[in-house]
């Protein structure tokens, strides 16, 4: 079985970098933003007509992560990462030379699916160099790096405006290209593989095992993805709406669009400078709950404001930060309570679950624009569907909401996590091997 780089080789900064990468799927979805409704004046459509570009946009980052992170598992993550950069530059400088709405619905598309290549990885290569204990921790870093792209993608992208909507594309490129660039040559190989062992089958296999991974309770690992899933979906399904619900329904102005965006990540920045101090691997499972229902009390929240009319501008922002703030805290905690069931199959364990979440994201998406009525009725309501779902998903795993392990018990617990990391390790290898992987 091939192993992974040893530490020593690897950069002084790796998790900067993986946060950089992983924010390009970020920076894909927000730059633009503010540049919307120019685009759509351009273009002579509807608003709508540009959402549904945020909806192709997750559908084809769902395939690629879908693909990406079990073909990582059996050629390389980096062969896979350079992969995903070079096509979601390519379709970056395609979409800043069209002329219609359609070419730039289907080139986003293309370009999603590079970016799904690029950025599946990430999860998977924290997976591959960090011990189980710290894999909490670690991610919350990984998600801490990422969000200044929520911050300054919108702000980027009002900027280059003055020199026309092309010119945000044309930045998205140059971006991939650096990080391709950086990636070649400063980072190694975190889990070699061969081309010869590239096979569509090979990967379905990969994805039907982590989908029938149980833990020590019968329960599967899996429950907590489609929870996270729907976590998520209620955020992005704001993001979805975030340009009609700020420039056109509030009549906020595209150069003050960054600035109430930019206020619902505060929560997030919150919550992982709290992760990265704090969360262990006893805190994990009943912070993942109290995360969910917050969120899920926020997204209430909006939406009886904005069904009986009491909504302002800053009802939203506030609602938002905390729908955000409370999935930063649930996000890292479930994702290491569910990668730490798999060792060299987490690109397709990653794969899965990322797939799962934009998948439902544009779901989610198209189902508020479907609805659209030139209010925030459809977007408030569907939101809160997506986070009355993630709650219920969340009561199959079976955790409560315990935030703290017994003092007693905390050596039991590290040493259990000890066991867990090398049960699962014997596990996948003997997985792998049956896999041919």
Known sequence: ?????????????????????????ALSLDAYLPAMPAMAQSFGVGIVA??????????????????????????????????GLGVFAAASIAIGLSTSAEQVEWLRLVQAIGGGFSTVICMAIVRDVYPVEELGKRMAMVLLTMLASPVIAPSLGAALLRFGWPSIFFFKAAYAGALGTYYLVAVPETRPGRWSQLSVLRTLKQCAHVLKQKDDGGRRPIVYAIAMAFGASCFMTFLTNASFAYIQYFGVSETAFPFYFGIGVVGMVATQLYNMRYLTQAKAPGQFRLGLAVQLGAALFLALAVALGAHSIWVVVVSVAVIVGSFGLA??????QYIRHFGALAGSASSLYTTLMFSMASVFGAISGFFFDGTLRPMAFTMFAASVAANLCALLTGIRFRTRAPKQSAPAVGAKSRCDAAQSSTNTSSVNSKLGV
């Not at 996000?331 to 290491?336: F, I, L, T």
């Open 50 to 83: 540009m959402n549904n570009t945020i909806s192709l946009y997750l559908v084809g980052y769902g395939l690629g992560q879908f693909f990406g992170g079990s073909f990582s598992d059996q050629i390389g993550r980096k062969r896979i990462g350079l992969i």
């Open 331 to 336: 996000g890292p905690a479930g994702s290491s």
């Open 1 to 25: 079985m091939a192993t992974a780089a040893p530490a020593q080789k690897l950069p002084r900064h790796l998790i900067v970098f993986i946060g950089a990468l992983i924010a390009l799927g």
